[in-house]
């Protein structure tokens, strides 16, 4: 378990992160989400004792990390991919951090096996692409086989298959009940990775909830096409839904389903093009639920940069 309390860290004039509490439980996969500037790695290097708060504690399994009896065979990490030495080759890489940890050669070739670069542990690092080393930053946090997995952003530059890939890993050790915090500056990568989502926004905590509860809050959207935009659309608003143009006379209708919108159509003989329910998204939830636009350059003075990064 992690417990973040009342966690404050200040650079200068920066609040980086800003009185964040919060708890991240074993057997689930906690994501920890916010735009960029947010100060999710800014937490999680305190967590991992590689930067001192300015007040406030983290703890894992009850303990500062520094204090932990051998802290990296308890907590995995991987913090940032490109911090590693690019003349290196892959498992020389892992044998050195191995070595660091006091963990036997034999489990770099079993981590090169479970990541799937079984096949290139001779290969520089300079050589590998983007995604694998991802794949070797994960490698390397599972060395010490941990209960405590923290990652900060390693979906960042995997194809669609290591995407599946590490969700596949971070299940499996959900359920094997260790605890799992993966951070994460798209919404929308982690709603099929996370069961748990922490929200961070300028280093506060807005929202600690289950995926499910999040999703079920967004709002579900209907899009339509029709010849007669402005006919539909004062149907529905007769009829208690919201319809918006969305250009190319295509509405997108909130507040009814796309059954009822395509009956009420029929009913008044207006004609269709498209009819299409859109899922829910978790982006719509995170809106509802902090009362924040997750996209907003709009309103926010001046942080517009930061807080721009909710893009699908
Ligand atoms: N070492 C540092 N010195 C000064 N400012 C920093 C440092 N690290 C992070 N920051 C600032 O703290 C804020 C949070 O950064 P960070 O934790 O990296 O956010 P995130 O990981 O969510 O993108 C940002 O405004 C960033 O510029
Ligand atoms: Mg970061």
Do not use: C
């Amino acid at each position: 378990m992690i417990a973040v309390r009342e966690l404050v860290k200040r650079y200068g004039g920066t609040v980086a992160v800003d009185g964040l509490t919060f708890t991240v439980e074993p057997g689930r996969v906690t994501g920890f989400l916010g735009p960029n500037g947010a100060g999710k790695s800014t937490t999680l290097r305190m967590v991992l004792g590689l930067d001192a708060p300015t007040s406030g504690s983290a703890t894992v399994g009850g303990m500062p990390y520094r204090d932990l009896p051998s802290p990296t065979r308890r907590v995995g990490a991987l913090l940032d991919p490109g911090a590693v030495e690019p003349g290196r080759t892959a498992r020389g890489h892992l044998l050195w951090q191995a070595r660091g940890a006091g963990i036997g050669r034999a489990r770099v070739d079993e981590v090169l096996g479970l990541v799937g670069l079984a096949d290139r542990g001779g290969h520089r690092i300079r050589h590998l692409s983007l995604g694998m080393r991802q794949r070797l930053g994960i490698a390397g946090a599972l060395l010490g086989d941990p209960g405590v997995l923290i990652l900060d952003e390693p979906l960042n530059g995997l194809d669609p298959e290591g995407i599946v890939w590490v969700r596949r890993l971070l299940r499996g050790f959900a359920d094997e009940g260790r605890t799992v915090l993966v951070s994460s500056h798209l919404m929308n990568e982690m709603e099929a990775t996370a069961d748990h989502v922490l929200v961070i926004s300028r280093g506060r905590l807005v929202a600690d909830v289950g995926i499910a509860e999040l999703a079920a809050g967004a709002r579900e959207r209907v899009e339509v096409a029709t010849p007669d935009p402005g006919g539909l659309s004062a149907l529905l608003a007769r009829a208690g839904a919201a319809p918006a143009p969305a250009g190319d006379g295509r509405l997108e209708v909130t507040g009814m389903d796309a059954a009822r919108v395509g009956e009420l159509a029929a009913a008044h003989g207006i004609v269709l093009h498209a009819l299409v329910p859109v899922r829910a998204r978790l982006e719509d939830a995170f809106i509802r639920l902090t009362g924040q636009n997750g996209r907003a350059a709009d309103g926010a003075a001046g942080e517009g940069e930061a807080e721009g990064e909710w893009v699908r």
